[in-house]
């Protein structure tokens, strides 16, 4: 992934990426909770931000008569966002969303692109995450990505008050690999 191919959207609407901080997790919070399930509530996204993670937002200027949601002070939309933390040799995904209105515009495959161009940058050899099993649109677009299956935790995400769901390990290696075997 040394290319960065951009989103047919792109070509129509400026984007760019900007560092999340403490002020942007109104709008952040708004996207996560109409986005999944099973959100990160702020104080994940507060812990992550205090412990210096990567953590950056995609913006896209506003097409005439649009009403960017959530609404931010710059009038641009928040197309999407995602949380990295880096470690010895790899970095983890924790957290990739794009916001509802923009899914299935190529989002989700440009930030991890970027993210991909990033870890290599930084020395990483592979990129980390887990996903719920259940979610097939994220597991599909993984796939995409490159990412392989490398593992299941047991009960790693809470699904109800009495249930627990696996989580699937996925790898991607940045070293013109398709992770380990
Ligand atoms: C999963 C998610 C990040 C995908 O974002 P996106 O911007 O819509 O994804 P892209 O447009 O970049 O899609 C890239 C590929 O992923 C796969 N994909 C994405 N959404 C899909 C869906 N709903 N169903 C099936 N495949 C899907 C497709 O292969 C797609 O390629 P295609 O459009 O050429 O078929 C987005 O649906 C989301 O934010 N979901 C809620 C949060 C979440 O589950 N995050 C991942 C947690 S691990």
Do not use: K
């Not at 290319?3 to 709008?27: H, K």
């Not at 009403?67 to 949380?83: A, F, I, Q």
């Not at 940058?121 to 099993?133: C, D, K, N, P, Y």
């Amino acid at each position: 992934m040394d290319t960065l191919p951009v989103p047919l959207e792109a070509q129509a609407r400026a984007i760019a990426f900007t560092p999340m901080t403490e002020a942007d997790l109104d709008a952040v919070h708004a996207v996560e909770t109409s986005a999944y399930g099973h959100p990160w509530s702020p104080r994940h996204f507060r812990d992550s931000l205090q412990a210096g993670y990567p953590a950056v937002m995609l913006i896209g200027e506003a097409h005439a008569g649009e009403s960017p949601w959530p609404p931010r002070p710059d009038g641009r939309w928040l197309l999407g966002y995602l949380v990295a933390m880096p470690g010895v040799d790899e970095v983890h995904l924790l957290n990739l969303t794009v916001n509802p209105p923009h899914q299935r515009q190529g989002w989700a495959r440009f930030m991890l692109d970027a993210l991909a161009l990033w870890s290599r940058g930084q020395g990483a050899l592979s990129l980390w995450l887990e996903v719920r099993q259940s979610n097939a649109p994220a597991r599909r677009l993984y796939e995409r990505c490159g990412f392989r299956e490398v593992g299941v935790r047991r009960g790693y995400y809470p699904l109800s008050a009495l249930q627990r769901e696996d989580a699937v390990v996925m790898q991607l290696g940045l070293d013109g690999t398709r992770g380990t075997e």
